[in-house]
């Protein structure tokens, strides 16, 4: 049974920073598939926040450019995102997606102007 296990939201201030974990467990390997983290926003649509490749490869909203990074650690089975300059609009279930199919349960941040 494959999970996938999102940690490390909270509530933070404006400028402040998080960094979300996602681990996957079961019959998933990250180092094998795309692994990605949305977010949903209260009264808004799920979006794509950060992505990364088999290869590395990195795509970012623009909405976080230059302020989120997500890496992911093969032999940990994890995927991180860290989260600088934290603005009120990030507010968000944050949610880790492994290979397009498989979903966290979420973790929510909350920043605070």
């Known amino acids: 049974q494959v999970q996938l296990m999102e940690s490390g939201g909270g509530s933070v201030q404006a400028g402040g920073s998080l960094r979300l974990s996602c681990v996957a467990s079961?019959?998933?390997?990250?180092?094998?598939?795309?692994m990605a983290w949305y977010r949903r926003a209260p009264g808004k649509e799920r979006e794509l926040v950060a992505s990364v490749t088999r290869s590395g490869s990195t795509n970012y909203a623009d909405s976080v450019k230059g302020r989120f990074t997500i890496s992911r650690d093969n032999a940990k089975n994890t995927v991180y995102l860290r989260m600088n300059s934290l603005k009120p609009e990030d507010t968000a279930e944050y949610y880790c997606?492994?290979?397009?199919?498989?979903w966290g349960e979420g973790t929510l941040v909350t920043v605070s102007s």
């Open positions: 997606n492994g290979g397009g199919y498989y």
């Open positions: 079961g019959r998933f390997f990250i180092s094998m598939s795309t």
